[in-house]
């Protein structure tokens, strides 16, 4: 049997890990594939195995979809139900940064690279006259590490997706400030398949049915997706694509 290879995008909460190797049991088992579950460490590395190729699945993030789509040979099929993709700005707790009009020029930004995060946060600085330009940036290798530079001082603020961000500890969420959340709700993650993946309708077919029974109900609550997933159209990723230009003319 033929090994399909999935991709999972390296930015979600480290609890939700296991959910990802339930996924792929399941759907290996429903939809009667063989399913490698590729998921890399950061950013950097996803673009690696990538390009590697030999990919045939892939969770995206709406700004790696875009890409994927339009240069690369994939196409969406599928997105989580109810699951859009918020950022958070924060600073720390005991810092004087209080909220966005506080944030002054030259003030360091600690984030993960996560370009989607990136142009989303931008978009909610306009409202304090901050380009990026008038920022430095320091790019973590996981978004705890950008949490741990602004709590130490290293950074006077940092961007994180938001679901990230409210699965942190007690603890560190007790040491930062949330200064602004975003609120798009039409820009999300997004499954993806290469344009000749022949299996892409059985996988389609296994991934829509997930929440029709306790097992699958059990991987998208680990996964943070209890309502499951719905079919994305060719017509419903171009409008999200020209959302993401948007954000970033």
């Known amino acids: ?21 339930m996924f792929n049991t399941l759907i290996q088992k429903r939809a009667n594939l063989n399913m490698h579950l590729n998921i890399p460490a950061s950013h950097a590395e996803q673009e690696q195995v990538i390009s590697a190729g030999d990919i045939q699945i892939i969770y995206a993030n709406p700004f790696d979809a875009a890409t994927l789509i339009r240069e690369q040979g994939y196409r969406a099929i599928a997105r989580p139900i109810g699951k859009s993709d918020e950022m958070v700005i924060a600073a720390a707790a005991n810092s004087a940064i209080s909220r966005l009009e ?7 930004v600690a984030m993960a690279d996560n370009r989607d995060v990136k142009l989303i946060g931008l978009r909610l600085l306009e409202a304090v006259d901050i380009e990026a330009s008038d920022l430095n940036w320091d790019v973590t290798e ?10 130490k001082g290293e950074a ?3 961007f994180f ?19 602004i959340e975003s609120d798009l709700a039409d820009i999300s993650h997004v499954l993806l398949v290469k344009e000749d993946f022949p299996d892409a309708p059985i996988f389609l077919e296994a991934i829509l049915s997930l929440h029709n ?11 943070g997706m209890p309502q499951g997933f719905e079919p994305m159209s060719e017509e ?7 959302l993401m230009q948007t954000l970033l003319d």
């Open 156 to 158: 006077q603020v940092a």
């Open 161 to 179: 997706l938001a679901e990230i961000f409210h699965s942190f500890s007690r603890l560190t969420k007790t040491q930062l400030s949330v200064l």
């Open 142 to 151: 996981t978004y705890q590490a950008a949490a741990r530079k602004v709590i």
């Open 213 to 223: 029974d306790d097992d699958g109900k059990e991987a998208l609550a680990e996964l």
């Open 1 to 21: 049997m033929t090994t399909h290879n999935m991709l999972i995008a390296p930015d979600f909460s480290p609890d939700r890990f296991a959910g990802w190797h």
């Open 236 to 242: 419903d990723a171009e409008f999200m694509i020209d």
């Open 102 to 108: 506080d944030i002054q020029a030259g003030a360091t």
